[in-house]
Nanobody, 124 residues
């Protein structure tokens, strides 16, 4: 099991930026595709972005394209989510997840390991 610890959440005004980090406690970090998900109160957990094992493939939900950027640092076993031009609709708990597969899945059940989440609140 991979342990994942998110950080970087907080309160920001609309139009602001945050960078989320997810540190993975594994020596086989490069064997995992990674994803970022979010869940707002009363709503289902939804895919935000994913990155392949090598980092050569990334995927985003439509509403964050052009504003969010996912990246990974194999040496630091960390995946990042740079979030710019934040909107109140981005308010949620953000989770990172790991999937020992080649593909970058968007459905949460495909991911075996999850972090505890970090709160992102965007004020208008």
């Amino acid at each position: 099991q991979v342990q994942l610890v998110e950080s970087g959440g907080g309160l920001v005004q609309a139009g602001g930026s945050l960078r989320l980090s997810c540190a993975a406690s594994t020596r086989t970090f490069s064997m995992y595709a990674m994803g970022w998900f979010r869940q707002a109160p009363g709503q289902e957990r939804e895919f935000v972005s994913g990155i392949s094992r090598s980092g050569g493939y990334t995927n985003y939900r439509e509403s964050v394209k052009g504003r969010f950027t996912i990246s990974r640092d194999t040496a630091k076993t960390t995946v990042y989510l740079q979030m710019n031009n934040l909107k109140p609709a981005d308010t949620a708990v953000y989770y990172c997840a790991a999937n020992a597969a080649v593909a970058v899945f968007i459905a949460p059940p495909h991911y075996e390991c999850w972090g505890q989440g970090t709160q992102v609140t965007v004020s208008s």
